[in-house]
């Protein structure tokens, strides 16, 4: 049996999981029929969609029962067929979109949840789906997504496809078609500069001491960051940028062709890798000192500098560490390789050292390189190896040591119960104390199925904090093994942790986010929007304290933590004086 429409059809498409056929007329007459075994349809519902006549819709169908329409609108319109309500979505100016811009087509990458749409400004809007099933009761639909950083493009955006490799996105602009890879936002905070990728080519950079903030836009597709108190390097695998700090302004100090995929400074001196080697430069690219790696060792692929030290991992799961206090590098660790000190380990996923070189801490993967709920502890004047699961909350000692002043067994449980059933997703050292160590952790069941830079925190009702992301701080000591210092969720405004130096802890902040805690800042020191910082929990009201209360006030948490109350309370003596 046919049915007709009153116009020319303009998109047709089937629903197997409600055998059901949507039809799009020329005039933007939605309708849905319902398909019986024998061939004959029955239209269930007619509806006009709102747009231009004559304006090409574009539809996308997600999870077999939400339909979603672009009609050249300023916002998407969303159709639920199983909870039978429909809601819109539309790009918001606190991201950088304009007012009265207008959406023309739509696609959904399943695999990543996300919903990408193009403009005819030029841009690239994505909406992320909140994780959780699609018929949850209680929550709008709308409070399902939620709005990233749109990428930035040139024209008039007529076609957009997710292609089958799930990280790949066709952008058709009339003039040209484009294809975009996703990324993860590069970041960095180093000596009290952050550097926070927003788009593509574009920086905020953020002078954390002097509360000088300047955007830095390149000439590349970023693929990397990394900032010192004199300068900021860009890199995207095939060309290096540095640029220097000069008076109130960011001037280009050296360009190089480079194809290293990870870049690190100290000072003068640039790192950067080959295979087998890391290489020591000049910022305008001279090559001045090799390190080398044995063929058995690997291909350096990650790079930390805190203090004066610069730990490097390898493909093949070795690590070594480098002074860098003197004119030349010196071998500080010698190499290590990963599976003989942690039997049955994948890989590394990142290794950081802390301030005075002396421990390293390592991020494991699993074989399939999945995330690994442990995190590999090395301490180089000891040679030995502790293991931390955040999935059991266990330590492992490879070694015979003390922890919490009683002789080490193979195992020690954490009492809070906080600390197990995740999995670590990030993690730093503080950088001037080789004490303390920070690390970013989600439920082990969100922690399985996605990749780290997939993470985000679940759309909350409520102000409060997400549900998702615990920030874990630890004092680490040979006399006293791990403690745990504090514990907090992530607030909702932020995105991802950015690394600690007391008294605070830094975070990017999510895009279009205002920390209301930082909007008012003492002093000089403001925070800028894309970079948000917390107290540690002993330091409220102590932010801008000077050092040596600083230090008798860390000394007075070391103490409490370890349950010291007699040096604990000598600490506080020298603060009051």
């Known amino acids: 049996m046919a049915a007709s429409t009153d116009s020319s059809i303009q998109m047709l498409f089937y629903i197997e999981k409600r055998e059901a056929l949507v039809v799009v007329t020329e005039n933007l007459l939605l309708s849905l029929y319902l398909v019986t075994p024998e061939g004959e349809v029955e239209e269930m519902m007619k509806v006009k969609l709102s747009g231009k006549t004559g304006h090409h819709a574009d539809i996308a169908?997600?999870?077999?029962?939400?339909?979603?329409?672009?009609?050249?609108?300023?916002?998407?319109?969303?159709?639920?067929?199983?909870?039978?309500?429909?809601?819109?979505?539309?790009?918001?100016?606190?991201?950088?979109?304009?007012?009265?811009?207008n959406i023309?087509?739509?696609?959904?990458?399943?695999?990543?949840?996300?919903?990408?749409?193009?403009?005819?400004?030029?841009?690239?809007?994505?909406?992320?789906?909140?994780?959780?099933?699609?018929?949850?009761?209680?929550?709008?639909?709308?409070?399902?997504?939620?709005?990233?950083?749109?990428?930035?493009?040139?024209?008039?955006?007529?076609?957009?496809?997710?292609?089958?490799?799930?990280?790949?996105?066709?952008?058709?602009?009339?003039?040209?078609?484009?294809?975009?890879?996703?990324?993860?936002?590069?970041?960095?905070?180093?000596?009290?500069v952050a550097v926070v990728q927003v788009s593509p080519s574009l920086l905020s950079v953020s002078f954390l001491s002097t509360g000088l903030t300047h955007s830095l836009r390149t000439d590349m597709h970023i693929s990397g960051v990394f900032a010192t108190k004199d300068a900021v390097a860009v890199w995207n695998g095939k060309q290096v940028v540095i640029f220097e700090l000069s008076g109130a302004t960011l001037r280009n100090a050296g360009t190089f062709f480079c194809e290293s995929p990870v870049l690190a400074m100290h000072e003068e001196n640039v790192y950067t890798v080959e295979p087998n080697r890391v290489q020591v430069r000049t910022w305008q690219g001279t090559v001045k000192q090799l390190l080398l790696f044995s063929e058995t060792e690997g291909n350096p692929c990650f790079f930390d500098i805190c203090g004066n030290f610069l730990v490097v991992g390898t493909d093949l799961a070795h690590f070594k560490s480098f002074d860098l206090s003197r004119r030349e590098a010196k071998?500080?660790?010698?190499?290590?390789?990963?599976?003989?000190?942690?039997?049955?380990?994948?890989?590394?996923?990142?290794?950081?050292?802390?301030?005075?070189?002396?421990?390293?801490?390592?991020?494991?993967?699993?074989?399939?390189?999945?995330?690994?709920?442990?995190?590999?502890?090395?301490?180089?004047?000891?040679?030995?190896?502790?293991?931390?699961?955040?999935?059991?909350?266990?330590?492992?000692?490879?070694?015979?040591?003390?922890?919490?002043?009683?002789?080490?067994?193979?195992?020690?449980?954490?009492?809070?119960?906080r600390l197990a059933h995740l999995v670590p997703v990030s993690h730093f050292w503080d950088q001037s104390e080789p004490r303390l160590f920070v690390c970013e952790a989600v439920?082990?069941?969100?922690?399985?199925?996605?990749?780290?830079?997939?993470?985000?925190?679940?759309?909350?009702?409520?102000?409060?904090?997400?549900?998702?992301?615990?920030?874990?701080?630890?004092?680490?000591?040979?006399?006293?093994?791990?403690?745990?210092?504090?514990?907090?969720?992530?607030?909702?405004?932020?995105?991802?942790?950015?690394?600690?130096?007391?008294?605070?802890?830094?975070?990017?902040?999510?895009?279009?986010?205002?920390?209301?805690?930082?909007?008012?800042?003492?002093?000089?020191?403001?925070?800028?929007?894309?970079?948000?910082?917390?107290?540690?929990?002993?330091?409220?009201?102590?932010?801008?304290?000077?050092?040596?209360?600083?230090?008798?006030?860390l000394n007075f948490s070391f103490f409490v933590t370890v349950g010291d109350m007699d040096e604990a309370f000598k600490s506080i003596k020298l603060i009051k004086r």
Not at 133 to 150: A, C
Not at 344 to 357: D, F, P, T
Not at 493 to 510: A, D, I, N, W
């Open 104 to 192: 023309n087509c739509v696609s959904y990458c399943k695999a990543k949840g996300l919903l990408a749409a193009g403009t005819n400004k030029g841009r690239v809007a994505m909406w992320r789906k909140v994780p959780g099933p699609q018929s949850s009761r209680g929550v709008e639909g709308k409070d399902r997504w939620t709005l990233q950083t749109p990428t930035e493009l040139e024209g008039n955006i007529t076609q957009i496809k997710w292609g089958s490799r799930k990280n790949l996105l066709a952008v058709n602009n009339i003039s040209s078609v484009v294809i975009l890879s996703e990324q993860a936002m590069s970041s960095h905070f180093h000596q009290q």
């Open 443 to 553: 439920p082990e069941v969100m922690g399985a199925h996605q990749q780290p830079t997939d993470r985000k925190a679940h759309t909350e009702d409520s102000a409060g904090p997400t549900v998702d992301v615990l920030i874990l701080s630890f004092f680490i000591s040979e006399e006293h093994g791990f403690l745990l210092q504090d514990s907090f969720h992530r607030p909702p405004t932020y995105q991802s942790l950015l690394g600690m130096e007391v008294p605070h802890y830094y975070f990017t902040r999510k895009p279009g986010e205002a920390d209301r805690d930082d909007q008012v800042d003492s002093g000089h020191h403001y925070i800028p929007q894309v970079v948000g910082r917390r107290p540690l929990r002993d330091f409220v009201g102590l932010e801008d304290c000077d050092k040596p209360t600083r230090d008798a006030m």
């Open 61 to 101: 169908l997600i999870e077999g029962s939400l339909l979603v329409t672009a009609t050249g609108e300023s916002a998407l319109r969303f159709w639920d067929l199983d909870r039978g309500e429909n809601y819109v979505l539309s790009p918001e100016e606190k991201f950088g979109f304009e007012k009265g811009e």
């Open 331 to 417: 071998v500080h660790c010698s190499c290590k390789n990963l599976a003989e000190l942690v039997p049955g380990v994948g890989g590394i996923a990142s290794l950081r050292c802390n301030a005075n070189g002396n421990k390293i801490s390592i991020l494991l993967s699993k074989a399939d390189n999945s995330p690994d709920s442990k995190i590999c502890f090395y301490d180089v004047e000891m040679d030995t190896v502790t293991i931390f699961d955040f999935k059991t909350g266990q330590i492992d000692w490879r070694e015979t040591l003390t922890f919490n002043g009683q002789e080490a067994k193979k195992n020690h449980g954490f009492v809070d119960e």
